[in-house]
């Protein structure tokens, strides 16, 4: 007699099927979380890599502005120290102009002319005086102009004196001339390796 097979097979076989894949969703599922969380932990390694090397840069940031800062104080520290030089540099070049002035003043003032007043701003001399004549002052424009220290003598004014002092000196007189350094130093510059030839 034939066999007949009457427990539910096909019910059997669902089942097993179904089992194989939840086991596999399962599977799936922490397979996929593993993969997640090595990946996370890869990017965080990376994150906090980089977070370390940015404050390693940041430090070296820091200290580079400090260089910086020193470097800017020193600059200022270098450019007071050269505009001191410089300002000593020039006292000391015109120590003697004002000696040498007042030499070549003395020899260029002809016979009856008097000075009462001198002053000087910055390279331009003012010369106040008294005078027997009008061709005295101008043989002391002439004698001014010859010599090398001064350039460019204009007269201001000859008047008769307001109030003369003596009656031999009746004008006053004023002349402006401008002082030339360049000339000087040229010179000084030119003759220092003869003398020493």
């Known amino acids: 007699m034939a066999r007949i097979n009457l427990l539910p097979w096909r019910e059997e076989a669902r089942r097993e099927r179904q089992r ?3 086991y596999s969703l399962m599977g799936t599922l922490v397979l996929g979380a593993i993969l997640v969380l090595m990946v996370g932990l890869f990017f965080d390694q990376r994150i906090s890599h980089q977070e370390a090397r940015n404050q390693q840069i940041q430090l070296e940031i820091n200290r580079l502005e400090q260089r910086i800062a ?3 104080e020193l ?3 270098r450019n007071r120290l050269l505009s001191r030089k410089q300002i000593i540099e020039s006292l000391q070049a015109s120590r ?3 000696v040498e002035l007042l030499d070549k003043l003395a020899k260029t003032i002809p016979v009856g002319i008097t000075l009462t007043n001198v002053r000087q ?3 331009v001399l003012t010369l106040l005086g008294s005078s027997q004549s009008n061709a005295r002052v101008s043989a002391y424009l002439q004698s001014l102009d010859g010599m090398d220290l001064f350039v460019k003598p204009e007269l ?3 008047r008769a004196a307001q109030d003369p ?3 031999v000196e009746t004008y006053e007189f004023a002349i402006r001339v401008r002082l030339d350094n360049t000339k000087k130093d040229t010179e000084k510059a030119g003759d220092t390796p003869a003398g020493a030839g």
């Open 96 to 98: 003697s102009l004002t």
């Open 121 to 123: 701003q910055g390279v």
């Open 70 to 72: 020193r470097i800017r």
């Open 165 to 167: 002092a003596s009656a």
């Open 20 to 22: 194989q894949f939840l």
């Open 75 to 77: 600059e200022a520290t």
């Open 156 to 158: 201001q004014y000859v």
